[in-house]
């Protein structure tokens, strides 16, 4: 239920602001501002302030608009793939990035971190640039924008799990990154076969 509710919500979001994005800040761009505004370090009377140091909570909107945005291609190659690896691992992406979003959400919730309600721009680009696509011509565009996507989710779960300072999304990073790493593993193999 609560997933079911976690999408909708996410769905109408993303409608909501392709009708009024007419501002120069993405989804991303404005809750780092709205991160770094209400800082501890500034005024925590005023702002509420947040439990965390601006890395982790760039850490946090980044893995944020990733999620959604493996969510919402997963979405895409459900709809428009007939490849049943592309169409299984696309099942995957909405089951396991979903989850790991709720986790997320819910640790920015109790931290007072501000999360995208959308995409960033450079996402949105890739998601309307595959929904022009069709057929073979999609498959390996997806399947090529989520090697690149997992390449990137992987080096930012194990950055964090590195060097993150916050005990909470440090083990968010450490848990995710197997399954980030497993993801990988397998698109690789897509990508291998289709070549």
Same mark, same amino acid.
Request: charged residues 30%.
């Given at each position: 239920?609560?997933?079911?509710?976690?999408?909708?919500?996410?769905?109408? %979001?993303?409608?909501?602001?392709?009708?009024?994005?007419?501002?120069?800040?993405? /989804?991303?761009?404005?809750?780092?501002?709205?991160?770094? @505004?209400?800082?501890?370090? +500034?005024?925590?009377? @005023?702002?509420? &302030?947040?439990?965390?140091?601006?890395?982790?909570?760039?850490?946090?909107?980044? /893995?944020?608009?990733? &999620?959604?945005?493996?969510?919402?291609?997963?979405?895409?190659?459900?709809?428009? %793939? !007939?490849?049943?690896?592309?169409?299984?691992?696309?099942?995957?992406?909405?089951?396991?990035?979903?989850?790991?979003? /709720?986790?997320?959400?819910?640790?920015?919730?109790?931290?007072?971190?501000?999360?995208? +309600?959308?995409?960033?721009?450079?996402?949105?680009?890739?998601?309307?640039?595959? +929904?022009?696509?069709? &057929? @073979?011509?999609?498959?390996?565009?997806?399947? !090529? @924008?989520?090697?690149?996507?997992?390449? +990137?989710?992987?080096?930012?779960?194990?950055?964090?799990?590195?060097?993150?300072?916050?005990?909470?999304?440090? /083990?968010?990073?450490?848990?995710?990154?197997?399954?980030?790493?497993?993801?990988?593993?397998?698109?690789?193999?897509?990508?291998?076969?289709?070549?």
């Amino acid at each position: 239920m609560y997933m079911k509710k976690l999408i909708y919500v996410m769905a109408v %979001s993303a409608l909501a602001f392709q009708a009024c994005s007419g501002g120069n800040k993405d /989804a991303k761009e404005s809750a780092d501002s709205l991160n770094m @505004a209400k800082d501890t370090t +500034s005024n925590v009377a @005023a702002t509420g &302030g947040i439990a965390v140091d601006d890395a982790d909570a760039k850490f946090t909107t980044k /893995a944020a608009v990733g &999620g959604m945005a493996e969510v919402e291609l997963g979405k895409l190659a459900l709809e428009k %793939s !007939s490849n049943a690896q592309v169409k299984e691992f696309a099942t995957m992406m909405v089951k396991d990035h979903g989850m790991a979003n /709720a986790e997320l959400m819910a640790i920015a919730k109790q931290k007072n971190i501000t999360l995208p +309600s959308t995409v960033d721009d450079e996402h949105k680009k890739k998601m309307d640039d595959l +929904s022009k696509k069709t &057929g @073979a011509d999609f498959d390996k565009a997806y399947v !090529s @924008a989520m090697v690149d996507g997992h390449k +990137s989710t992987l080096k930012l779960m194990e950055d964090e799990s590195k060097d993150g300072k916050d005990a909470d999304l440090k /083990a968010f990073a450490t848990k995710t990154a197997p399954t980030v790493q497993s993801h990988l593993v397998m698109i690789n193999k897509i990508n291998d076969s289709m070549k």
